[in-house]
């Protein structure tokens, strides 16, 4: 626990710092002071900070203080501090401008946060408590967060710690197991059981395919004997193919693009070719990053996966890193598999692909 005036009431970090305003908790009784604690805790336990990703900072601050505020009014010996984001009275929704969330205690927040995001008007006035720097959308950066006395986490770091926590909450979950309450049990659960979102498989991947060893630059780490040392691989080819059918919506495809948008931010050195198809191949080419907002996609009719796969034999004689398809399954699949890795990105969720691997793109909004 660590204080800090420069903030506007309290905030946890990935470390497990919780940063407080003495001026603001001493504004606070006993019983909101405990529910503080509760609130910024089940933070942590619930990974709300490692699964933001790239989301708007701000709105999926909003989303967990829901999820995790939910679990906190039902308990007598605690409350939460004024102006705490909570549900409808005596319900289990949430009203916001644009819209309302119902269900909450059975929706996650990828669910509830793909439901702001599409209709909240405008943001209400509240304080982030998840601190997580970096540049994302209304987040600090990193320098903000060093102005106001809060050491960042870098992204290195992050991943390690996150995995502590997780083993860290997974082995009190076995431990506490029917001594909790019901709503953090079911939460922890959907964790430990949850897919993971098909963009970290892609990091993962590609974090692993951006160094290669080579013996023209020796490692460091051991010399004087001759170790082969890492560097940077460049140009990895990566096919995107976007189903364009007319099955397929015009959020499916623009939401196809963004996540593509994302990718290529983080790992710039990648080739990528992006096709459009339904039955047949369109304005197959290589792009840049700056290419994708003006991303012109045809199709709209019946839906051929096999024209995909016979122009990437063709063009690139099935030299590539791996195809990332994004549709909803409903057409031809080729009768043999490729020789290169394929990822099925889809929100069909009942339906097995003959090859390759299916993720929920539903599991990453």
């Not at 405008?122 to 601190?131: F, N, V």
């Not at 890492?230 to 995107?240: D, L, P, Q, S, T």
Request: aromatic share 10%; with cysteine.
């Amino acid at each position: 626990m660590i204080e800090n005036k420069q903030i506007p009431s309290a905030g946890i970090n990935l470390k497990g710092n919780l940063y407080y305003n003495p001026e603001w908790c001493d504004k606070l009784n006993d019983k909101q002071l405990r529910g503080l604690l509760c609130h910024e805790i089940l933070h942590l336990a619930l990974q709300h900070i490692p699964r933001c990703a790239e989301r708007n900072q701000l709105l999926w601050n909003i989303v967990c203080d829901l999820k995790v505020n939910i679990e906190i009014e039902h308990d007598s010996d605690i409350q939460l501090p004024p102006k705490a984001i909570v549900p409808d009275q005596y319900g289990d929704s949430y009203s916001f401008s644009g819209g309302k969330i119902t269900n909450v205690s059975e929706k996650s927040a990828e669910n509830c946060y793909t439901i702001i995001r599409k209709l909240m008007k405008k943001p209400p006035e509240s304080h982030k408590d998840l601190i997580i720097g970096g540049p994302g959308s209304d987040g600090k950066s990193d320098k903000d967060l060093e102005k106001i006395g809060i050491k960042p986490v870098n992204a290195k770091e992050a991943g390690v710690l996150a995995r502590g926590w997780q083993s860290r909450v997974y082995s009190a979950s076995q431990t506490a197991k029917g001594d909790m309450p019901a709503g953090v049990a079911r939460e922890l659960f959907k964790l430990e059981h949850s897919e993971i979102a098909w963009n970290q498989i892609m990091k993962q991947r590609l974090r692993k395919l951006s160094v290669k060893h080579t013996w023209k630059k020796p490692s460091k780490r051991y010399l004087p004997f001759y170790f082969p040392g890492r560097a940077k691989n460049e140009g990895i080819k990566i096919v995107a193919a976007i189903d364009t059918s007319g099955s397929m919506s015009q959020e499916d495809i623009s939401k196809a693009v963004s996540e593509l948008y994302g990718l290529m931010r983080t790992f710039q050195f990648l080739e990528l070719w992006i096709t459009d198809c339904d039955a047949e191949v369109y304005n197959a080419k290589k792009v840049r990053q700056t290419d994708l907002a003006s991303l012109l996609l045809k199709g709209g009719g019946g839906t051929d996966f096999r024209p995909v796969f016979n122009w990437i034999k063709k063009e690139h004689r099935d030299d590539i890193d791996s195809l990332c398809f994004f549709t909803d399954l409903y057409g031809d699949f080729p009768s043999k598999k490729p020789p290169y890795e394929t990822f099925w990105i889809t929100d069909t969720q009942d339906y097995k692909v003959p090859f390759g691997r299916k993720l929920l793109l539903g599991q990453n909004n």
